[in-house]
């Protein structure tokens, strides 16, 4: 069943602009992951973020977590035509089986 | 170079073919799973595998069926294809490693659509 989702499904912006997109899921985790997947691609793995860490940096992407409310949030900063993709939080619990949301579809406008 | 292959990349067959979609991996990854994924949806675990001749269904029924005989092999069979089987179907691998994070690294993906 699905764990995480994605809010929103998709977002548009110009070049240059921030991104900001949202995850939520329903039961407890050891970590939650952001992945990447561009169109006909498999996915690639972003950035990491453990249950007991409130925010994260990589880059141009700030992550945070919050596990009172069970949601988490991407930021990319300052984006590129390249960062056109979509965008997936996967929540990993005791099992070693990662359970992944819809994602939110980001378009780059030049 | 370590990765992660599938092959085919993208599959087109008539109804009742029996077809097998070929994952390898040489990154020595002892975890190996399966995703279905549809156009715009989220991502369904099919099977995964915790290690050699271990082999569990997901989250999703199928009625794919896949093996693990070699470490760096996971191929996924389907005895019969039908239209439903129409998706993109990608495979996936993972070590724990010392961080003790399960992360994922994927294939390309393999896009079957059965006529």
């Known amino acids: 069943s699905q764990q995480g989702e994605e809010d929103p499904q998709a977002l548009s912006i110009q070049e240059g602009e921030n991104a900001t997109m949202n995850c939520s899921y329903k039961t407890s985790i050891n970590n939650l992951q952001w992945y990447r997947q561009n169109s006909g691609r498999g996915l690639v793995h972003l950035i990491l973020i453990r249950s007991n860490e409130r925010e994260k940096h990589s880059g141009r992407l700030r992550v945070t977590l919050d596990t009172s409310k069970k949601s988490s949030s991407l930021l990319i900063t300052a984006s590129r035509a390249a960062d056109t993709a979509s965008y997936f939080c996967a929540t990993d619990g005791n099992d070693y089986k990662l359970s992944f949301g819809a994602g939110t579809t980001v378009t780059v406008r030049a | 170079e370590a990765d992660i292959y599938q092959t085919p990349r993208y599959l087109v067959i008539g109804t009742g073919k029996k077809i097998t979609l070929e994952c390898s991996q040489t990154?020595?990854?002892?975890?190996m799973y399966w995703y279905q994924q549809d156009p715009g949806m989220e991502l369904h675990l099919i099977h995964y595998s915790y290690g050699v001749n271990s082999t569990e269904k997901g989250d999703l029924s199928s009625e794919s069926t896949v093996s693990r005989i070699r470490t760096e092999h996971f191929p996924l069979t389907l005895e019969s294809a039908r239209p439903s089987h129409t998706s993109q179907y990608l495979c996936?691998?993972?070590?724990?490693?010392?961080?003790?994070?399960?992360?994922?690294?994927f294939g390309a993906g393999s896009r079957l659509t059965v006529l």
């Open positions: 996936a691998s993972s070590s724990s490693g010392s961080s003790g994070a399960n992360v994922l690294t």
């Open positions: 990154m020595g990854h002892d975890k």
